[in-house]
């Protein structure tokens, strides 16, 4: 089974310019939850969807939006791009969200620039 | 609101040496406790997770963890460590539902001949 796959994997952007990151799940996999890392603020959950429906938010401004689609497959977008945007950007999926026993599996992750 | 602190931002062991990277947590409810390595360049890979049930947890490539309430700990640990080891490590919590997880900073071990 393929794992969660991301793309673009790096991208060059400049300050005000907007971005777009696509994320598929495993298949099967319904949950789809997104992760900012960055050296100096480490990993911080931006959001979480399920069933095309967000059901958590982290303390982003709103220049971060994500949606779903109906085959699961995330996108996020950030407009107006700041310096301190340049980050390693990573999704997560499993089958449902917090069960208990699930686990969630990481995308190599997209890596982002801003100049 | 729950939170994680890793202690020792970087560790280093000699290649067969034990490996100990700690976990602290804190939470007002039963919590969901997971480690995962990084490798660079890469995403986050489950090395072990504890939910319910024993309280000592073994993982992958030799790793476990035990789960103490009465220290709010977790540490990880491995008895002997391989140069393939030398990655980062990071402890994350979970309550309630939903997914959202709250990782902690990170322990960047190395291992040296």
């Known amino acids: 089974k393929a794992g969660v796959t991301q793309t673009p994997r790096y991208l060059i952007k400049t300050r005000g310019q907007q971005v777009t990151l696509s994320c598929s799940p495993i298949s099967g996999h319904r949950s789809v939850s997104w992760y900012q890392q960055t050296p100096g603020q480490g990993l911080q959950f931006l959001f979480e969807y399920f069933s095309e429906t967000q059901r958590n938010k982290g303390n982003f401004p709103g220049r971060f939006s994500g949606r779903q689609f109906s085959n699961s497959r995330s996108e996020m977008n950030v407009s107006t791009l700041e310096l301190g945007d340049s980050a390693l950007y990573l999704c997560a999926s499993s089958v449902n969200p917090g069960q208990g026993q699930e686990t969630q599996y990481f995308g190599p992750g997209t890596r982002l620039l801003v100049l | 609101a729950q939170s994680v602190t890793q202690l020792g931002s970087h560790v280093s062991v000699s290649e067969g040496a034990l490996v100990l990277l700690r976990c602290n947590y804190s939470s007002s409810v039963p919590p969901y406790l997971f480690w995962y390595v990084q490798y660079p360049n890469q995403g986050l890979q489950l090395l072990l997770k504890y939910t319910t049930g024993a309280t000592l947890v073994k993982g992958i490539n030799g790793f476990e963890a035990e789960f103490k309430k009465s220290e709010t700990s977790f540490h990880l640990t491995k008895p002997s460590a391989h140069m393939s080891d030398a990655a980062e490590y990071f402890c994350?919590?979970?309550?309630?539902?939903?997914?959202?997880?709250?990782f902690g900073t990170g322990t960047q071990l190395k291992v040296e001949l």
């Open positions: 994350a919590v979970r309550t309630g539902g939903g997914n959202k997880l709250t």
